[in-house]
């Protein structure tokens, strides 16, 4: 059974840092892109960023580009998120999500259930 | 690439025929996915290259479209589909998802 399991989140001054993790089973991990995305209270989805199986192809979403970064352990079957300067529109839910391809281009097949990150 | 979804909302009754549409600002050809979300849930994969019905997914949703216009149909809406649907790109990073379009039971 995947299983991606978040954690992380926490309650945070503007202008802080923060790390999520989301560990990773089930699954041969080093087989997939991953993904984060978040979602803020009561709004949609948004893509924050995207990383190949090996790291080679990394993506964000503009409003992050230049303040966090996604990097992956394969060894350890966990994905990161290291968000520098935390602005109060970071506030989200954020969930790590399970690609169906190598790439990072392709549909999301598993979410975890999410860490809270609060701004404020 | 951006994508707008319509309606926002709809409400509609067991047994209609509903239609959601997802318009792309650029053709992705048949790069895009739908999921639907249930509050207090994470999104679940629906259809993804544009009509390819996910495993396990009824057959009452269907996907339709290519370059830059979109449709996911539920042709008889039963009581567990009132939820949010979400169009997703899978074209090139930057990814992005729709709005959204929040069914509710009327």
């Known amino acids: 059974e995947v299983q991606l399991v978040e954690s992380g989140g926490n309650l945070v001054q503007p202008g802080r840092a923060l790390r999520l993790s989301c560990a990773a089973s089930g699954f041969n991990f080093d087989d997939f892109a991953m993904h984060w995305v978040r979602q803020a209270p009561g709004k949609g989805l948004e893509w924050v960023s995207g990383?190949?199986?090996?790291?080679?192809?990394?993506g964000y979403a503009d409003s992050v580009k230049g303040r966090f970064t996604i990097s992956r352990d394969n060894a350890k079957k966990s994905l990161y998120l290291q968000m520098n300067n935390l602005r109060l529109e970071d506030t989200a839910l954020y969930y790590c999500a399970k690609d169906t391809s190598v790439a990072g281009t392709s549909p999301i097949d598993y979410w975890g259930q999410g860490t809270l990150v609060t701004v404020s | 690439i951006q994508l707008t979804q319509s309606p926002s909302s709809l409400s509609a009754s067991v047994g209609d025929r509903v239609t959601i549409t997802c318009r792309a600002s650029q053709a992705i050809s048949i790069y895009l996915a739908w999921y639907q979300q249930k509050p207090g849930k994470a999104p679940s994969l629906l259809i993804h290259?544009?009509?390819t019905l996910q495993g396990g997914v009824p057959s009452r949703f269907s996907g339709s479209g290519s370059g830059t216009d979109f449709t996911l149909t539920i042709s008889s809406l039963q009581p567990e589909d009132f939820a949010t649907y979400y169009c997703q790109h899978f074209h090139s990073y930057p990814l992005t998802f729709g709005g959204g379009t929040k069914v509710e039971i009327k």
């Open positions: 990383i190949s199986w090996d790291s080679v192809s990394i």
């Open positions: 290259g544009a009509s």
